[in-house]
Structures are given as structure tokens and as C-alpha cells.
């Protein structure tokens, strides 16, 4: 079945550290990729997303790449700020499945 | 800005007690969802629905019931209310159809004491 995998938190850095969280997935078809983003006490939040293979979602300064060929959609940021501690979920979308399917979630933590 | 609004965003009550969590949205989507979240963060699905009259349940088995009279309302039920039903409860909602984004409300935290 569908399923997604993301790497086990908590990552903690400095500020103006670069970010890498891992995600890979696993599903039939041609699924449509997500992270989401929740603050502390909040719901969740579209943080970007990639509809179809080697598209690349962007917002904020964060990125992913659609990888059909490593079943993956890595985020990834250039320079991390203390305003981006929060959780992180990656999901995938499929419209026979008519479910999203979310990761675990990693907590981010950065320090001044 | 998503137009998903739960309430109340905090609520504390005692064991035994019938309790609503109201979910209302204002983009007419079709499909709803609860999402269960535990304290070490994963999300559960607990039900979900595709419209007026459908519901289903999700992939968590959960005490709760939910029901869909109206397209922009999903309230969540607990007839009588347990501890361990403390938890984040998440709403959410999204147009049918592929990619399947959906936009989520604010939480509602219960505590049963």
C-alpha cells in the first residue's frame, strides 16, 4: 500500500544553517507530494507541493524536488531562521486512494 | 488563507461527559476528514467523508462518531468521554479530485480528567 517515510527528528541547527529533511515514499500510480508545516499549538499548513515527477515545489525559501526515480521529495533550505522551528510532514495524494497519507513528522528546532 | 474554522480550541472535561467538536468550512468542499494527533506527533485518521450523508470511518478505530447534514459541517461526537480520549483533534477539508490538497483548521486540544 501507499506509504510515506520521513527522517526521525528532532533536527536542531543554527540559525542560517542549511536544512535537508528526507522523505520517500511508496505508492502505485502517480501520486502528488506535500510537505505541510505546523506551528506550535496550530493546525497544519500547505508549506508546498509537486504534482507530477522532477517538479519542483517551492515557498519561503523551501524546496523539494518530485524524484520518480528515488521515490523521494527531500526538503531542503538554504538558510534556516529561528521563525521556522516547528513540525514537519511529508505526505503524498492519490486519487484512487482519495486519502492524503502523512508521514511521522520531524521537529525542527534553531537557535540563534 | 484557508476558510476551515473548530471550535472550541481548548476544551478540559470530565470522564462521562458527551462532548461535540464542530468543524465548519467555508470553501465548499466536498470531502471532510478528523485527524487523531498523539503527543509524539503522527497524525490518524479517524474518519472521513465525501459529502452530504457519507461517512466513513478512517484508519484509526475511534469511540467517536461523526455525521455530514450540511456540505460546510462535520462535528465530531464523544458520548461519554475517557481519558484517554485526550488528544489533538484535527479537521480538515479538500476539493475531490487529484492533488488532493487539503487545508486543515486550528486543532481542537481535549483533555478528559
Known amino acids: 500500500g501507499n506509504s510515506v517515510t520521513q527522517m526521525e527528528g528532532p533536527v536542531t541547527l543554527s540559525e542560517e544553517a542549511f536544512l535537508t529533511i528526507n522523505c520517500t515514499y511508496t505508492?502505485?500510480?502517480?501520486?502528488?507530494l506535500f510537505w505541510y508545516v505546523q506551528y506550535p499549538g496550530e493546525g497544519l499548513q500547505l508549506l508546498l507541493k509537486a504534482t507530477k515527477a522532477d517538479d519542483k515545489g517551492s515557498n519561503k525559501g523551501f524546496e523539494a524536488t518530485y524524484r520518480k526515480e528515488t521515490t523521494s521529495f527531500h526538503l531542503e533550505k538554504g538558510s534556516v531562521q529561528v521563525s521556522d522551528s516547528a513540525v514537519y510532514f511529508c505526505?503524498?495524494?492519490?486519487?484512487?486512494?482519495?486519502?492524503?497519507?502523512f508521514g511521522a513528522g520531524t521537529r525542527l528546532a534553531v537557535h540563534p | 488563507e484557508a476558510d476551515i474554522y473548530q471550535t472550541p480550541r481548548y476544551l478540559v472535561i470530565g470522564t462521562g461527559k458527551k462532548i461535540t467538536l464542530e468543524c465548519s468550512q467555508t470553501m465548499g468542499h466536498d470531502k471532510m476528514y478528523w485527524y487523531q494527533q498523539d503527543p509524539g506527533m503522527e497524525l490518524h485518521l479517524i474518519h472521513y467523508?465525501?459529502?452530504?450523508?457519507?461517512?466513513e470511518k478512517g484508519d484509526l478505530s475511534s469511540e467517536s462518531t461523526v455525521s455530514r447534514i450540511r456540505t460546510e459541517h462535520f462535528p465530531l461526537t464523544l458520548e461519554s468521554a475517557r481519558p484517554s480520549h485526550t488528544s489533538q483533534y484535527l479537521c480538515a477539508s479538500s476539493e475531490f479530485g487529484t492533488p488532493l490538497e487539503a487545508f486543515f483548521g486550528q486543532g481542537t486540544r481535549l483533555t478528559v480528567v
Open positions: 467523508s465525501y459529502g452530504v450523508n457519507s461517512t
Open positions: 505508492a502505485t500510480g502517480y501520486p502528488s
Open positions: 505526505a503524498l495524494g492519490s486519487g484512487g486512494y482519495n486519502k492524503l497519507i
